[in-house]
């Protein structure tokens, strides 16, 4: 991706335990490396190992999410704004939003640790994403150590 809007969901499967969904520069992973530990890669990351947790990550730095584990994620990347969505599907709900400036060309990017996931692509972007789009802008950002990049952080409203 190094332009325009893009749509894709992920559906963990019965015996999942661990999985991250997000964005990376292309080429900039090893095959080694954690999505979210770098500065060059953005992910949602659910774990029900011990006891269920969903956050978010990006150059090391981790965000816990006040949300249960969604059945299915909605990934809406919009290169050209600089944002990038997570959406509970099924409830349509905003887990979180990214907002940056991408530099270089960005590449769909997962991690399971154990069981599976269903990761569908091609998909039209939905209108309901449009909700979000208009709310991300009044999001509070929590400082990064990138002066161009903020993380924000999910509201809902009864709207």
Not at 54 to 67: F, M
Not at 94 to 111: C, R
Request: aromatic content about 12%.
């Amino acid at each position: 991706m190094n332009g325009g809007c893009y749509y894709w969901e992920l559906r963990p499967l019965a015996d999942w335990k661990s999985f991250a969904v997000g964005v990376a520069y292309r080429g900039s992973l090893g095959r080694f490396d954690q999505l979210g530990k770098s500065p060059s890669s953005w992910c949602l990351h659910a774990s029900q190992w011990l006891q269920s947790s969903l956050c978010v990550k990006h150059n090391n730095r981790a965000k816990a999410l006040d949300w249960p584990l969604p059945q299915r994620v909605g990934i809406y990347c919009d290169y050209d704004e600089g944002d990038l969505l997570f959406v509970d599907v099924d409830q349509l709900r905003l887990l979180h939003g990214f907002k940056t400036k991408f530099i270089q060309p960005l590449i769909p990017a997962f991690t399971v640790w154990c069981g599976g996931v269903v990761v569908t692509t091609g998909l039209q972007v939905p209108s309901f994403m449009g909700n979000f789009l208009s709310t991300n802008h009044s999001l509070s950002s929590l400082p990064q150590p990138i002066s161009d990049q903020r993380l924000v952080s999910a509201t809902t409203s009864d709207n």
